[in-house]
């Protein structure tokens, strides 16, 4: 279908230097899009645009902290100068600090606020006006924010983690309300995936093991994945197809969403 032909759009994904951001920039430059992946992760963030170009696809890369409103300023500035438009923004980056409640600093829980919704609403107000002029004579643009089942659902050791996700899935219900009764026809959306075998995501496993909660990582990553009613855990591009279809014309009816990738997880 037309509808999810990426060709001619240009998306920001941060976070893009690995795990699931990488993921997305590789599957969504295949679907035509122009990726700008950005990451404070520099070389990781050029590796992946080098794979994208030697697979004939389109991306640059630029060094980016999503906690400063500077870089993204910068980041919205190279979309417009470089390419006369953004049609989609993927706020992806973030970080998932695996702490009980009962020695979690307030320095700790104000880290987890700052990049995991601080930064979106930087994103979002950034990148607002640009995705509108882009959007206007078409289906639209998207606003697609990264939550967690966590964001729906309590997880032990995580709760500023949870809230968090949380606040990331209220600030996209809110922004989704508010754009469009302004006409502006950005959509706006959050994506919940489960637990992903990702750096981030078997993170958990390592900081239960230090702190004596598990005795073994390999048998409580096989533990973990009993739990999914399917039978494993996501993997990186279980995701990034959701979001591409987020990211497409198909969902040009769809927003303030809350998609859930989790096999089944946080329902049993």
């Known amino acids: 279908m037309k509808k999810f032909d990426l060709s001619g759009k240009v998306i920001i994904i941060t976070g893009a230097a690995n795990g699931i951001g990488q993921r997305c920039a590789y599957d969504l430059a295949a679907m035509g899009a122009t990726i700008v992946a950005t990451d404070i992760d520099v070389e990781g963030a050029k590796s992946t645009v080098e794979k994208i170009v030697t697979e004939n696809g389109k991306a640059i890369s630029i060094k980016h902290d999503v906690t400063s409103e500077e870089d993204w300023s910068t980041v919205v500035n190279v979309c417009e100068q470089q390419f006369s438009r953004l049609d989609v923004l993927i706020n992806n980056a973030g970080i998932m600090m695996h702490i009980p409640f009962s020695i979690c600093t307030y320095e700790d829980f104000k880290k987890q606020q700052v990049i995991n919704v601080d930064s979106v609403f930087m994103g979002c107000k ?48 809110s922004l989704a309300t508010e754009f469009g009764r302004m006409g502006t026809k950005i959509r706006v959306n959050s994506v919940h995936p489960g637990p992903v075998n990702t750096e981030l995501g078997r993170g958990a496993l390592s900081a239960a093991a230090k702190l004596g909660v598990i005795a073994d990582e390999e048998q409580a990553y096989e533990a973990v994945g009993a739990l999914f009613p399917m039978g494993r855990w996501g993997e990186a591009e279980d995701v990034a197809g959701v979001i591409a279809f987020l990211a497409s014309d198909a969902s040009s009816f769809v927003t303030g969403a809350e998609l859930v990738v989790d096999g089944g997880y946080s329902i049993v």
């Open 126 to 173: 950034a990148a607002c006006k640009l995705l509108a002029e882009s959007g206007a004579d078409g289906a639209g643009s998207s606003i697609i924010n990264l939550s967690s089942v966590y964001g729906q659902i309590a997880g032990p050791m995580h709760s500023a983690y949870c809230a968090s996700k949380g606040a990331v899935r209220m600030l996209s219900k």
